[in-house]
């Protein structure tokens, strides 16, 4: 599909987020139909209408968005004359909604779930608790908790002492072995494809490094364990965020620590009132022409994410796309609508 193309916008890519009412989208795809009219060249109109009326006739047959959401690819390619309506289940869940006619297919949204080859694998481990989570760009992604039974130390001496530390010991060595065999099942399949970048390994005291010097992970997975081993006391998804707040030095990189960096900067400067920051679609919109914003932040969950980040390149902003993912997302639409910049000067209106 990424060979076709078209002398005009007549290629139709559509992704849906699940949750969406698939009525919501036949509404749409039928209002973009009732205004095909109003193109000039009969051929690009019976072109798009025909790319429009095949989704609409594909999704009708949907009663609810799949889990991971729905692709569609609808169009004609002019120069052989061929015609696709193709209607699919990505293999992670859609993130935005995105809806387009152009000269060729928008694959890049499903391109970035085949082949992205930037992620981080994350554990935190403990003697009787663990957490085996992802990192991939900007999304952390919490895989799996793990418990164990590992009771504490009695005080009764002698022989009896040294027979339950090693009751102690044979349980906590079973913990990290099922511990193990998890993060191996999530992370070896990852690195086979050669998609796992690195591991980064939490954990309170010594736990982390007992379960590394044992023969628990995968030797392959070990080659790739950051050196620094960070300091945790959490577990689920805050445990997985502090650890990767605190190594984002080493994981600067990381969409996931561009956007809390982000975030807490304009929150900063929204608590300084120092006029350093700007919000309201217009304000944003005036800015980034006055080439002001040295920051623009805006959530993946607004319709129009690439008009911004279009503009963005045009002025010169660095773009922070935030994950429908991250806590603070929600906050920041509610309050914000989704978009603001942080500026590099102040300025008047």
């Given at each position: 599909?990424?060979?076709?193309?078209?002398?005009?916008?007549?290629?139709?890519?559509?992704?849906?987020?699940?949750?969406?009412?698939?009525?919501?989208?036949?509404?749409?795809?039928?209002?973009?139909?009732?205004?095909?009219?109003?193109?000039?060249?009969?051929?690009?109109?019976?072109?798009?209408?025909?790319?429009?009326?095949?989704?609409?006739?594909?999704?009708?047959?949907?009663?609810?968005?799949?889990?991971?959401?729905?692709?569609?690819?609808?169009?004609?390619?002019?120069?052989?004359?061929?015609?696709?309506?193709?209607?699919?289940?990505?293999?992670?869940?859609?993130?935005?909604?995105?809806?387009?006619?152009?000269?060729?297919?928008?694959?890049?949204?499903?391109?970035?779930?085949?082949?992205?080859?930037?992620?981080?694998?994350?554990?935190?481990?403990?003697?009787?608790?663990?957490?085996?989570?992802?990192?991939?760009?900007?999304?952390?992604?919490?895989?799996?908790?793990?418990?164990?039974?590992?009771?504490?130390?009695?005080?009764?001496?002698?022989?009896?002492?040294?027979?339950?530390?090693?009751?102690?010991?044979?349980?906590?060595?079973?913990?990290?072995?099922?511990?193990?065999?998890?993060?191996?099942?999530?992370?070896?399949?990852?690195?086979?494809?050669?998609?796992?970048?690195?591991?980064?390994?939490?954990?309170?005291?010594?736990?982390?490094?007992?379960?590394?010097?044992?023969?628990?992970?995968?030797?392959?997975?070990?080659?790739?364990?950051?050196?620094?081993?960070?300091?945790?006391?959490?577990?689920?998804?805050?445990?997985?965020?502090?650890?990767?707040?605190?190594?984002?030095?080493?994981?600067?990189?990381?969409e996931y620590v561009e956007s809390v960096k982000a975030l807490e900067d304009f929150k900063l400067h929204l608590a300084k009132d120092d006029g350093l920051i700007v919000y309201g679609e217009n304000e944003v919109e005036e800015a980034l022409k006055l080439g002001a914003v040295e920051t623009l932040i805006v959530s993946e969950e607004r319709d129009d994410v690439d008009k911004w980040l279009e503009k963005a390149r045009k002025h010169g902003a660095k773009?922070?796309?935030?994950?429908?993912?991250?806590?603070?997302?929600?906050?920041?639409?509610?309050?914000?609508?989704?978009?603001?910049?942080?500026?590099?000067?102040?300025?008047?209106?």
């Amino acid at each position: 599909m990424k060979k076709w193309k078209a002398p005009a916008t007549i290629l139709l890519s559509l992704y849906i987020p699940p949750g969406r009412p698939v009525s919501d989208v036949l509404n749409l795809l039928r209002q973009e139909l009732a205004i095909t009219d109003n193109i000039k060249l009969k051929r690009t109109r019976s072109a798009v209408q025909r790319a429009l009326t095949s989704a609409i006739d594909r999704l009708s047959k949907v009663s609810k968005i799949p889990e991971n959401g729905l692709v569609i690819f609808s169009g004609e390619n002019v120069s052989t004359g061929d015609f696709l309506c193709i209607m699919l289940i990505p293999p992670e869940p859609v993130r935005v909604y995105f809806y387009r006619t152009d000269k060729h297919f928008h694959t890049e949204f499903l391109e970035e779930m085949i082949t992205q080859s930037n992620i981080v694998g994350l554990l935190i481990i403990e003697r009787d608790a663990a957490t085996i989570g992802l990192l991939k760009g900007n999304r952390l992604e919490v895989v799996e908790e793990l418990e164990g039974y590992v009771p504490g130390k009695h005080h009764r001496g002698g022989q009896s002492q040294r027979r339950f530390d090693r009751i102690i010991e044979q349980l906590v060595d079973e913990f990290y072995k099922r511990v193990g065999e998890h993060a191996n099942k999530v992370f070896l399949q990852l690195y086979r494809d050669g998609k796992l970048k690195a591991i980064l390994v939490g954990g309170p005291a010594y736990s982390k490094l007992d379960f590394l010097d044992g023969e628990y992970l995968d030797y392959r997975l070990k080659k790739i364990v950051l050196p620094r081993l960070i300091d945790v006391a959490y577990q689920g998804e805050a445990g997985l965020r502090e650890m990767v707040m605190k190594a984002s030095d080493i994981l600067k990189e990381q969409e996931y620590v561009e956007s809390v960096k982000a975030l807490e900067d304009f929150k900063l400067h929204l608590a300084k009132d120092d006029g350093l920051i700007v919000y309201g679609e217009n304000e944003v919109e005036e800015a980034l022409k006055l080439g002001a914003v040295e920051t623009l932040i805006v959530s993946e969950e607004r319709d129009d994410v690439d008009k911004w980040l279009e503009k963005a390149r045009k002025h010169g902003a660095k773009t922070v796309v935030l994950s429908s993912e991250l806590p603070e997302n929600q906050w920041f639409i509610k309050t914000f609508n989704g978009v603001a910049g942080v500026l590099r000067y102040r300025i008047s209106y």
